[in-house]
């Protein structure tokens, strides 16, 4: 399909915060959505476990809203959950009206108890949930007039003129060009892909925080970052995640000798918040495997019965079957992986961040709901609960497309040549470019993982700062980084759009890696998804936000 020239909104994303926002905006806008892959793939259509919300007369909202704020370690913004969590009811209503299955008993939605929840309240479908979420607000995105869906592109960055946006850099069809809109919509999720060992599909490499960071927005607490204490861990298999309801459901994680060891870290054992879950492995792994970067523990699901393990984790049981492991009498090999990532773009209850004209809805923010841990099942409600609030956007005169000011000495057909040490051999800048995104995830997961302390962290930063040097010097870099609005790059033969993801993905994962390492090194305590070795305790002084703008680092006010 032609590109349009403008729409009233880009969405940036199509995962749940992306489509279910593009749903909620006003009809009578014209709405494009951006995904770099087919629709959909996404960490939401990853997810497991479920969406968590009070509609069980048992439960309270006093209860959900008390539950988020102990897992989130004292740093969460209480307004924002308490919107949340008062907002979910309606959320999980307007989603059964859109046609999501969710899983129930008799005429009642099914609940199921999941880690650091007081109260059986989290709503599935099976043990995909998200990909029954995610592939009905697909359907209805399909549906809708108003909204373009553009697959296989790349937002590369935003645009800027007078200090608002009005619009993004995007690669599309063999081409990298500027789409005009009065306001854009950031919901790429999350950052896993920085890390050696994640959760989250090939998508996720931060695509949002890193526009963000790059056009001045106001980003927060990236040095949080959730490790899911149960990833498959075999040979050859992706890091597929083992949903937190399984041990809900009862079962047990064990070492070697079958001894449930997690008992030794916290009294709630398998049930303790995942930071503390993640911890134990980890440290239980150093003290007792002889390769503990390569080691695992095993989660045993003999205490539930067949039957209900048929029924609730199929899909569980068909990856494990594929990679030769029967979840129904052998234990499944696990180790922590990157989940989550709890900083982000800052927003308020809103959704607008600090660039004017810029919204972000999703794992790609830093609403206050989670503070340093997130609440299992929180982050599907996020997005839905936020994305709602699109529904109430309004679109400043300042900001319509019509207004903008464009260099009269400049037109939306220049072209620019792509130079000769970029089509010649491409094979040269894409081969650096290969070998830093190998390099960095490497990099992240020792320096930046489950446990981290001060030298590993300053010298992995040196060794970004030196990979970052590289990148930019790449001709590549210098080229697509120069192209100014209305200016547009046609792809020569030579180089292919996955070549130009791959570069630009890059970029992004060296920026939110750079991001996190920083924040890690600044914040000398530990909290939540943020343990140092070398500060192993909360320390009250530090219950505050950690902000980058720019550059520039620096301490939000006390929250005590």
């Known amino acids: 399909m032609s590109l349009p020239t403008s729409f009233d909104i880009i969405v940036v994303g199509a995962g749940a915060a992306g489509l279910y926002s593009a749903l909620c905006l006003p009809a009578e806008l014209r709405v494009a959505i951006v995904s770099k892959a087919s629709l959909p793939l996404s960490a939401s259509d990853w997810a497991q476990g479920g969406i968590a919300a009070v509609v069980d007369p048992q439960d309270s909202v006093d209860l959900h809203i008390v539950d988020t704020l102990r897992a989130g370690a004292r740093l969460c913004d209480r307004d924002a959950v308490e919107f949340l969590v008062t907002h979910a009811a309606a959320c999980i209503e307007s989603l059964v009206d859109l046609g999501v299955g969710f899983d129930r008993v008799g005429q009642k939605l099914a609940l199921t108890l999941e880690a650091a929840h007081s109260r059986p309240r989290v709503l599935h479908a099976a043990d995909t949930t998200g990909r029954a979420l995610v592939s009905t607000l697909a359907d209805r ?3 809708q007039p108003n909204i373009t869906v553009l697959t296989h592109a790349f937002a590369l960055d935003l645009w800027l003129e007078a200090g608002a946006c009005q619009g993004i850099s995007l690669l599309y069809q063999g081409q990298i060009t500027w789409v005009r809109a009065t306001a854009v919509v950031l919901a790429t999720g999350g950052g896993g892909q920085v890390y050696a060992q994640t959760t989250n599909p090939e998508v996720s490499t931060g695509d949002g925080v890193a526009m963000a960071h790059r056009a001045g927005g106001l980003l927060r607490d990236l040095e949080f970052v959730q490790f899911h204490p149960t990833a498959l861990t075999k040979t050859g298999a992706p890091r597929f995640l083992i949903s937190e309801a399984v041990r809900g459901e009862g079962a047990h994680l064990v070492d070697d000798t079958g001894y449930r060891f997690t008992f030794d870290y916290h009294p709630a054992g398998e049930l303790a918040p995942r930071d503390v879950v993640s911890q134990a492995i980890f440290s239980h792994l150093l003290k007792h495997s002889p390769d503990p970067a390569k080691g695992c523990v095993w989660l045993d699901l003999s205490p539930i019965p067949a039957a209900k393990i048929r029924h609730r984790f199929p899909n569980i049981i068909q990856v494990c079957q594929h990679w030769g492991i029967d979840i129904l009498t052998e234990l499944i090999p696990v180790a922590p992986a990157a989940h989550y990532w709890m900083g982000g773009i800052q927003t308020d209850l809103m959704t607008r961040t600090s660039i004017p004209g810029v919204y972000a809805v999703g794992e790609t923010t830093s609403t206050g709901v989670h503070g340093a841990n997130r609440l299992a099942s929180n982050s599907l409600l996020e997005c839905v609960v936020f994305g709602a609030q699109l529904s109430k956007i309004s679109i400043e005169p300042q900001f319509l497309v019509d207004n903008l000011a464009i260099d009269p000495n400049l037109t939306a057909s220049l072209h620019l040549n792509w130079s000769e040490k970029i089509t010649n051999n491409p094979a040269d800048w894409l081969d650096r470019v290969q070998s830093i995104r190998q390099e960095l995830p490497r990099l992240m997961w020792q320096a930046a993982g489950i446990c981290r302390e001060q030298n590993s962290l300053k010298l992995a930063i040196d060794r970004v700062n030196f990979l970052q040097s ?17 200016q547009s790059l046609t792809l020569p033969a030579e180089i292919s759009e996955r070549d130009l993801c791959t570069w630009g993905e890059t970029r992004n994962l060296l920026d939110i890696g750079r ?16 343990y140092r070795t070398d500060f192993p305790a909360i320390d009250p002084n530090w219950q505050l936000h950690t902000l980058v703008l720019g550059d520039c680092w620096f301490k939000s006010d006390s929250l005590t």
């Open 515 to 530: 991001s996190i390492l920083t924040g890690a090194l600044m914040r000398t305590e530990s909290r939540g998804g943020h």
């Open 141 to 143: 995105v399909l549906a």
């Open 470 to 486: 590289e990148f930019n010097d790449l001709p590549i870099t210098q080229l697509i980084t120069q192209l100014l609005p209305p």
